[in-house]
């Protein structure tokens, strides 16, 4: 079946994403697999990234539950630099990309990030399509999400191309019937989409 859309998760594909590492400093785990599980598992960053509570109660959740020696001030002034803008180059695949077939991007995301990092105006303007998880109410990995996608795309999941950095999500979105493939960065995401005959070599 041909690929009528190609969907994007953003940190770590598109943009440069400090966070994981900083939070496995905090936590005291060096495996970055490992880090991811613990954040995608935690309660309170699944509350927040469904925007389902402010960006307060969030910090001082993950204060307490993880005993952080920070306060929830700080803890919320070094997650809002997680995100480090676009990597060099995306901005110019998905250009090009959404020339030839629809593009979209589904992020676990938040009020914070999504508005105001270093490129959120060039992101809004990338992904006119666009399934944030704070908007939805829905994250990933939870199955939902992936369903609320294909549903409101209006296609088949098994047209869907999706590239994300964490396996978990890869997953997933497999378990539906969606293409995923885990790449880290834009490069990584070009030679798939080459694979697939959607952009030149």
């Keep these: 079946m041909a690929i009528d ?24 785990e060096a495996d970055d697999d490992q880090v991811w599980a613990r954040w995608l598992g935690c309660s309170w960053v699944r ?35 997680w995100p480090k803008g ?16 629809r593009v979209a991007c589904l992020s676990n995301t938040n ?3 999504w508005s105001r990092q270093s490129d959120a105006l060039r992101l809004h303007e990338l992904f006119p399509t666009r399934f944030l998880s704070h908007e939805l109410g829905l994250i990933k990995p939870d199955r939902e999400i992936y ?22 999500n890869v997953d997933a979105a497999r378990e ?10 834009p490069e990584e995401a070009r030679r798939c989409l080459e694979h697939h005959g959607l952009v030149g070599s």
């Design 86 to 101: 676009l990597f060099e180059g995306a901005h110019e695949l998905v250009e090009t990309l959404a020339s030839s077939v």
């Design 147 to 168: 369903e609320h996608v294909a549903e409101r795309l209006d296609i088949a999941s098994n047209s869907i191309l999706f590239f994300d950095d964490n396996q978990l």
């Design 111 to 113: 009020e914070l990030h």
């Design 47 to 81: 509350d927040y990234e469904r925007g389902l509570c402010s960006s307060h109660t969030f910090a001082r959740g993950m204060v307490d539950q993880y005993e952080l020696e920070t306060s929830a001030d700080d803890f919320i002034e070094r997650f809002r630099t």
């Design 176 to 185: 539906v019937g969606w293409r995923a493939e885990r790449v880290q960065g």
């Design 5 to 28: 859309c190609v969907v994007f998760d953003l940190g770590g594909v598109l943009v440069e994403l400090g966070g994981v590492r900083d939070f496995g400093d905090m936590i005291g």
